[in-house]
C-alpha cells in the first residue's frame, strides 16, 4: 500500500501560482504512474494531469493545459503540481492518485485508473 499526503494547497486570488506537492511512501514500484485529480462541490472528480514515473511522460485536462505542469522528484518521492495563471474555476479539493505495479495508458485519465489516493487538498481560487 502507498501512502500518500498532500500539501500546498490555500486560497489565492485569480492570476496567482500554487504549488502543490504528494509525498509517497510505503511500497514502491518499478513501473507506475501518478496523477492529480480535483473535485469541485456538486461535481464528480475530474482528471488534471497525470504522469509516468519512469519516463516522466505528461498528460494533461485540456481545462489546464498551459497553465499547470505536473513533476516528480523520484529522490524525494514526491509529485508536484505547479499552477499557474490560476481561475475561479480551478477552486476544488486536488487530489494525489499513485497506480498500482501495472496500469493502463488509456485508464490514466479516470479515478478508476488508480489504486491508491491522498487525502486532498483545497484550493481556493478568488475572482
Known amino acids: 500500500q502507498v501512502q500518500l499526503v498532500e500539501s500546498g494547497g490555500g486560497l489565492v486570488q485569480a492570476g496567482a501560482s500554487l504549488r502543490l506537492s504528494c509525498a509517497a511512501s510505503g511500497r514502491t514500484f518499478s513501473n507506475y504512474a501518478m496523477g492529480w485529480f480535483r473535485q469541485a462541490p456538486g461535481k464528480e472528480r475530474e482528471f488534471v494531469s497525470a504522469?509516468?514515473?519512469?519516463?516522466?511522460?505528461?498528460a494533461y485536462a485540456d481545462s489546464v493545459k498551459g497553465r499547470f505542469t505536473i513533476s516528480r522528484d523520484s529522490t524525494k518521492s514526491t509529485l508536484y503540481l505547479q499552477m499557474n495563471s490560476l481561475k475561479s474555476e480551478d477552486t476544488a479539493v486536488y487530489y494525489c492518485?499513485?497506480?498500482?505495479?501495472?496500469?493502463?495508458?488509456?485508464?490514466?485519465?479516470?479515478?478508476?485508473?488508480?489504486?491508491?489516493w491522498g487525502q486532498g487538498t483545497q484550493v481556493t481560487v478568488s475572482s
Open positions: 492518485a499513485a497506480t498500482g505495479q501495472s496500469f493502463v495508458y488509456g485508464r490514466l485519465r479516470f479515478p478508476s485508473g488508480y489504486d491508491n
Open positions: 504522469i509516468i514515473w519512469s519516463s516522466g511522460y505528461t
